[in-house]
């Protein structure tokens, strides 16, 4: 009933910028916290970047200062601006939100099938 569907990755020279977004769609009650996590084959996902329904961020250190999360809860979107990009940062990403699609205000995760993100001259 509920999906999350990322756009936005691409194949990025470094030092270049890119922005990726996910758009939750479906039965949706409201949207608590959303972030971004990504994955290195044959590694395990790490989280990116997370942003609370009330704006509060948190980032993984080698992403601050760099990237940065936000949210648009009328479009119910979150999006991740990655600028200075390196090699380091390829990776599938994917993103995540708490969704209560009944009222309960018990939240359930839900995630997107993931974007590719290649920084590479």
């Known amino acids: 009933q509920v999906q999350l569907v990322e756009s936005g990755g691409d194949l990025v020279q470094p030092g270049g910028s890119l922005r990726i977004s996910c758009t939750v769609s479906g039965t949706i009650f409201s949207i608590n916290a959303m972030g971004w996590y990504r994955r290195v084959p044959g590694k395990q996902r790490e989280l990116v970047a997370a942003?609370?329904?009330?704006?509060?961020?948190n980032y993984a250190d080698s992403v601050k200062g760099r990237f940065t999360i936000s949210r648009d809860n009328a479009k119910n979107t979150v999006y991740l601006q990655m600028n200075s990009l390196i090699p380091e940062d390829t990776a599938v990403y994917y993103c995540?939100?708490?969704?209560?699609?009944?009222?309960?205000?018990?939240?359930?995760?839900?995630w997107g099938q993931g974007t590719q993100v290649t920084v590479s001259s």
């Open positions: 942003i609370t329904s009330g704006g509060s961020t």
């Open positions: 995540n939100a708490e969704v209560d699609y009944s009222g309960s205000i018990y939240y359930h995760d839900y």
